[in-house]
């Protein structure tokens, strides 16, 4: 078996459990709602739209998107219960997921509860009524029992939806089975796309086939069959969720990574001094920008690694560019007193955002700066990654230049440099410790104005680890040790065509270069 099929079979309990977990709780959650809401619209047609075109109107919402609305609303809500009864709860990960997940589940429960309700013959309403049977009874003994096939149908639909949609959770910092797919997307691992990608196709079908067996059931008025389905849910879901019961206590420290290479092989390293120390810890990768750090603000996370320009523009919302030690220092004291966030230094390399050309095409356009990107630029096609065109720093550097390119396109990061060397774009905002950079022979395209700020990689700590000596202690020998030369090849180790690292291979090299 080749190492990164067993590094994806290795995971799978861990990210299955969680997958399982997420599924089956909104999808009963969903059921639970929906259900009595179906009941009362085939009974009320002034409630009947209103039900109806809401849950309508969610499926319309992107699925990443509605994961991603809820954090922020239920940060918010946590630091009002925080500052009204001194506790907060988690607004990352499970709960967020949870709710997005629920709402996305009634549609086809709702619809298919009131067609199967307003669906029993009248006649037979009638007989219920000729009997003298009460509201109650008629539902609970005749309606429910005759509109439970259909209902069923409507529950496989919502179990398909759900476990799918699931696999989107992971940018919120929910393990799920998308972890494969996202963290395979960016460092083209495919053998971890394919495996997610199946692990939660093979979860949803095995649901629906168990799932059509209780509805079977329900149709032929077979009580074998609904017990049959019911108990292999039940053993399905019990085994999947096997792995947690042996747990124990929750990790000691939580590390963030946001969706890059660097940040993979960082925290892996962050984890993996941690973890020397003899501390306990869990990861949650894949996160947005914003999200992680509003996640460490708020002690969601302990610990780290951004980016000072990214943090000088989007977090302080600054657009000047005093230097990279005013920068530093300045950040340094303002996330300490206006949120309690320790930056505890840099690695001693940056990232910094970077406009690359292939060389022959920078050649041909006489092109060496951005001064020179500018005068060509309506006749060419940028790519940029999938946030840098909605940042500060990129109206930043259109606003200094009066850059105006011809199209715009966003990209993956992988799938971006792919476009630079198939010719679908001509110039890529692509990222300086970036391996990949060096390895092609692209040109980095220099920034006279100065309109691009410095973005030092920097150990960020949780306001409620500010105090802590062995956290600190492990993580402080990696302040100023890591040269850009040295990430960009951990970088390039893991994001090569050929004999790929992984990001925990990647760190540990790069953890050993440093001890030497």
């Keep these: 078996m080749s190492p990164q099929f067993s590094e994806a079979f290795a995971l799978l309990p861990q990210y299955l459990d969680s997958h399982v977990l997420l599924s089956a709780s909104a999808l009963v959650l969903g059921v639970a709602v929906s259900l009595p809401l179906a009941v009362g619209a085939a009974r009320s047609p002034r409630l009947r739209w209103p039900v109806l075109a809401f849950a309508s109107l969610v499926q319309t919402i992107p699925s990443l998107a509605l994961l991603a609305l809820f954090y922020p609303l239920l940060l918010g809500l946590s630091a009002l219960s925080r500052s009204l009864f001194g506790h907060g709860f988690s607004a990352l990960g499970f709960l967020p997921s949870l709710l997005a997940l629920t ?14 309700v307003l669906g029993v013959d009248p006649a037979v309403r009638e007989a219920a009524d000729g009997v003298g049977m009460t509201s109650r009874q008629k539902l609970l003994e005749v309606e429910l029992p005759l509109a439970a096939p259909v209902i069923m149908a409507g529950v496989r639909t919502a179990a398909v939806w759900t476990i799918g949609a699931a696999t989107l959770s992971t940018p919120v910092g929910q393990t799920s089975l998308g972890n494969y797919i996202f963290a395979g997307l960016q460092t083209e691992n495919w053998v971890f796309v394919l495996f997610g990608c199946a692990a939660a196709a093979l979860l949803a079908m095995a649901a629906d086939q168990l799932l059509g067996l209780v509805e079977a059931g329900l149709r032929r008025r077979s009580r074998r069959r609904v017990l049959a389905g019911l108990a292999g849910l039940a053993v399905g879901t019990a085994l999947a969720l096997a792995p947690l019961a042996g747990l124990g206590k929750a990790a000691a420290y939580v590390v963030g990574a946001k969706n890059f290479s660097e ?17 306990e810890v869990s990861r949650r990768d894949n996160l947005g920008s914003s999200i992680a750090y509003s996640a460490l603000a708020a002690s969601e996370l302990d610990v780290y690694v951004d980016y000072s320009g990214t943090l000088w523009t989007n977090v302080l919302g600054r657009t000047d560019n005093p230097g990279r030690a ?31 050309m292939r060389p022959d095409r920078a050649q041909a356009l006489g092109v060496r700066t951005l001064d020179d990107l500018a005068r060509v630029a309506p006749q060419l096609t940028l790519g940029s990654d999938l946030e840098f065109l909605s940042r500060p720093e990129w109206k930043a550097v259109e606003t200094a230049y ?9 990209y993956q990061p992988t799938f971006m440099y792919r476009a630079l060397a198939g010719g679908e774009a001509d110039v890529i905002s692509a990222f300086s410790s970036d391996g990949r950079i060096a390895a092609d022979g692209l040109v980095v395209l220099e920034d006279p104005k100065g309109a691009i700020p410095p973005y030092d990689a920097v150990i960020l700590v949780a306001p ?33 065509d050929a004999e790929k690292a992984s990001p925990a291979q990647a760190a540990r090299a790069l953890g050993a270069q440093l001890r030497r």
């Excluded at 949120?339 to 990232?351: K, Q, R, T």
């Design 464 to 496: 409620e680890r500010a105090g802590d000596d062995q956290l600190l202690s492990t993580l402080r020998p990696l302040v100023g040790a890591i040269p850009v030369e040295a990430m960009r090849a951990a970088n390039y180790s893991v994001d090569r």
């Design 263 to 279: 940040q993979y092989i960082l925290a892996e390293l962050v984890a993996g001094r941690l973890e020397g120390a003899g501390a």
């Design 402 to 410: 009066g850059l105006k390119f011809g199209r715009a396109r966003s």
């Design 103 to 116: 709402l996305y589940s009634m549609l086809p429960v709702l619809r298919n509860g009131a067609a199967g």
């Design 326 to 356: 005013a920068v530093l220092a300045s950040l340094t004291a303002e996330l300490k007193r206006r949120d309690g966030v320790v930056v505890l230094g840099s690695l001693g390399f940056e990232n910094a955002y970077a406009f690359v």
